[in-house]
């Protein structure tokens, strides 16, 4: 009997236990004056954070401003899993989160976010970014990085072939084919490196530059077959992948290895990703900024698009008025601290009032002198508004697919990309 | 015996129901603990996650739709795909997997050979190696520019570098080769052990009755080893089934969604896409039924026939 009861006693302290310390969960409602801010760059968006907590603290010394580095995936997982169970334990006071997820956080949980559009003015950000970070009107997250897109060219490649960097400015795809196909008969150097893999970046940034997306005006309807932006993207890589003038890479490695071998004479991309393109001290003086091809005969279609950028995000936890003063006081309203970024960092934020600052327009010593944060920061402000709505990462899959099948199966265009139409029709319904 | 169980008395047969009763008690208290927490964390989600599958819509904002998200599987281009990769990957991989690391086995289990701890070491070795690591490394072996291609090149084999990873059938193929270098060694140690537990004497036996090597393979060596091959073929089965971190880290899915495997897909309908976790609890369903269904068809395939002769 004796035994009888230990064992029983066991049992239920051991259950009591498991129990117990699911149950304890902490209860943080000191108020402490303290914020957790989760973002995933140390050399870019962490190193901004902590110049952030350095001007805000120089006002409000007694406020603790905790930066974790989280990768970007893991923040998104986690305040998805937080938000379907409905339990915000565990979530910190600011998240960074990337545009393409932004309006798949606000039109399922935008109860979560505090609404900071009453704290900063949405004039202060690129109009493009607005829209994006906003739900029924209300801007949400602060827009903080561009995603402004340009085209780093190699002018003394071109020079070896008789072209100069007036002749790839302003081009649309079909004039960069042209001069592609010659330069890689003077030299033997392709045009630019693409993991054909993966190509929703590529296509993310032809649609920006035309003002369109993967969704249609409502953000929702899938638009992938009826839409001349991007089969005329499809169209282009195809030409250019026939036509053998294309590097392909599997990841950013080999993309590095393939601009610093001199494999390939241009790097379509973003603003960010300036500091990769100056990794090799060897070629300074040699890049020049142009800006992006346009898609050829589309309506609508610009030199100016867009690919990434992210924002800050106060989640609705206690402490967010302490958050929402963080923001508002250094990304949201400051122009020194916008100055600062750009100058200490090389961030260049989409914070308007930085356009007339002296900081953007001095010249950069690696691209010969030319003051391209400038550059990118007009192009920014004639990116067309677009709408990103809630089913990027699945466009992107559906792009990627029809453009394998029909560069590496033979698949006919308008059949491949027909099929990804109504693969979207049947399981978006 | 009917009239000696009437001889004894009536008050004997209650203590002896009491004290199995208590003895009873104490076996149940032991195994209630592990049933109420198996209850809460297997069970519980199991059927939660059941009730999840019948409904559909994004975020929190779902409605019951009954059984629509079973039917959307079957027009789910992706889920389609992801299927047939993981069949793929399971009827290729998992046989060669399993004749390779039998004749690893019985190769390194012979008395003669010399280095035989450095070769088993060898051959064990990747298992124990991280799965993001080797993965890594296979996705630069077959890159573009990758030492595959640069050796095939200097080979004279091929005249211009092949894009394996940017082939839907040779990514496959690449997936392929990375699951078996990183697994045989793993069920090799399996067979080994079960190996040294078969008695020498058996293979004297049918050497001095005049069986070859082959046939002492076929008749002797794989029938004992019967139930640990069921073994490993059902847990690389499961393990095929469920395969994530390896596509995830050489491919992504890639090219496009040639390589994608149900897992990732699942993965991508929840953290990916636009959360709709009514369909990720179906596609996690269908793994489910599939793993179930095939284990039943592997236990029956190899069960053992001669059982009822077997004497107790």
């Given amino acids: 009997m004796k035994k009888l009861v230990s064992v029983i006693g066991a049992s239920i302290l051991m259950l009591t236990l498991l129990f117990g310390l699911a149950g304890c969960g902490s209860d943080n409602d000191s108020g402490a004056e303290q914020i957790v801010i989760w973002a995933w760059d140390p050399a870019f968006n962490i190193a901004a954070l902590e110049l952030a907590a350095e001007f805000f603290n120089a006002e409000n010394p007694d406020v603790e401003i905790i930066i974790e580095e989280v990768a970007f995936d893991s923040i998104v997982q986690q305040l998805n899993i937080a938000f379907a169970a409905g339990t915000m334990t565990g979530l910190p006071n600011i998240a960074l989160v990337e545009q393409y997820q932004s309006q798949v956080f606000l039109q399922n949980f935008s109860e979560h976010f505090y609404p900071i559009g009453n704290r900063v003015n949405t004039n202060n950000f690129a109009g493009y970014t607005v829209p994006i970070h906003s739900h029924n009107g209300v801007m949400y997250g602060v827009p903080f990085d561009t995603g402004a897109i340009g085209m780093f060219v190699r002018h003394d490649i071109l020079a070896q072939a008789g072209f100069s960097v007036e002749d790839v400015y302003m081009i649309d795809w079909w004039e960069a084919l042209e001069i592609s196909e010659a330069v890689f008969e003077a030299t033997g150097v392709r045009m630019f490196s693409q993991n054909l893999a993966a190509t929703g970046g590529y296509a993310r940034m032809n649609m920006t530059a035309s003002g369109t997306w993967y969704t249609g005006a409502d953000g929702q309807t899938v638009n992938i077959n009826n839409s001349p932006s991007i089969r005329r993207a499809v169209e282009v890589l195809k030409e250019f992948v026939d036509r053998d003038l294309v590097m392909h890479h599997g990841d950013a490695n080999t993309m590095h290895a393939n601009w610093h071998t001199s494999q390939v004479w241009a790097v379509p991309g973003a603003v960010w990703l300036t500091p990769s393109v100056m990794l090799d001290d060897g070629l300074s003086g040699q890049w020049t900024l142009v800006p992006y091809p346009r898609l050829p005969d589309v309506q609508g279609a610009t030199n100016f698009g867009n690919m990434g950028g992210s924002a800050w995000y106060i989640l609705d936890v206690p402490g967010y008025e302490i958050a929402a003063e963080f923001l508002s006081f250094t990304f949201g309203n400051n122009l020194e601290f916008h100055e600062a970024l750009l100058t200490e960092i090389g961030a260049l934020s989409v914070f308007t009032p930085l356009a007339n600052s002296p900081v953007l327009s001095e010249p950069h010593p690696f691209f010969g002198g030319q003051p391209i944060f400038q550059q990118f920061s007009i192009w920014a402000n004639n990116i067309p508004q677009f709408n990103v709505g809630l089913h990027t990462y699945f466009g992107n899959s559906l792009i990627s697919t029809a453009i394998v099948e029909i560069l590496e199966e033979g698949r006919d265009i308008d059949d491949a990309l027909n099929a990804a139409q109504h693969h979207a029709d049947t399981q978006l319904n | ?312």
């Fill in chain 2, 1 to 312: 015996m009917s009239n000696i169980s009437l001889k004894e008395p009536p008050q004997a047969k209650r203590t002896l129901n009491l004290t199995r009763f208590k003895r009873d008690l104490v076996g149940w208290c032991f195994i209630l603990a592990p049933v109420i927490l198996i209850g809460i964390f297997v069970v519980y989600p199991m059927i939660n996650s059941f009730h999840l599958s019948l409904q559909s819509g994004v975020g929190r904002n779902l409605n019951f739709v009954g059984l629509d998200n079973y039917t959307r599987l079957f027009q789910d281009r992706t889920f389609i795909r992801a299927l047939q990769n993981n069949l793929t990957y399971l009827a290729i991989q998992v046989p060669l997997m399993i004749l390779l690391g039998l004749l690893y086995a019985v190769l390194l289990n012979k008395k003669d050979l010399k280095f035989r701890s450095f070769f088993r070491m060898c051959i064990f070795l990747p298992a124990i190696t991280s799965l993001m690591a080797y993965a890594t490394v296979f996705r630069y072996l077959f890159d573009q520019q990758g030492i595959i291609n640069a050796l095939l090149l200097n080979w004279g084999l091929i005249q211009d570098p092949i894009g394996w990873l940017m082939n839907p059938v040779l990514a496959r193929v690449t997936i392929i080769a990375a699951l078996t270098w990183r697994w045989t060694g793993y069920n090799m140690i399996f067979y080994l052990s079960s190996l040294q537990n078969i008695d020498e004497g058996i293979y004297e036996a049918a050497k001095i009755d005049g069986a070859n090597a082959v046939q002492a393979f076929f008749k002797i060596t794989i029938p004992l080893l019967k139930p640990i091959i069921l073994f490993t073929s059902i847990m690389s089965t499961i393990g095929t089934l469920q395969l994530f971190d390896e596509v995830v880290q050489i491919t992504d899915g890639g090219p496009g969604q040639a390589t994608v495997t149900m897992t990732q897909y699942i993965f991508n309908l929840m953290f990916w896409y636009n959360p709709d976790f009514g369909y990720a609890a179906t596609v996690s369903f269908a793994v489910l039924l599939m793993i179930l269904t095939l284990s039943v068809i592997q236990f029956w395939a190899t069960r053992d026939r001669d059982k009822p002769r077997r004497r107790a």
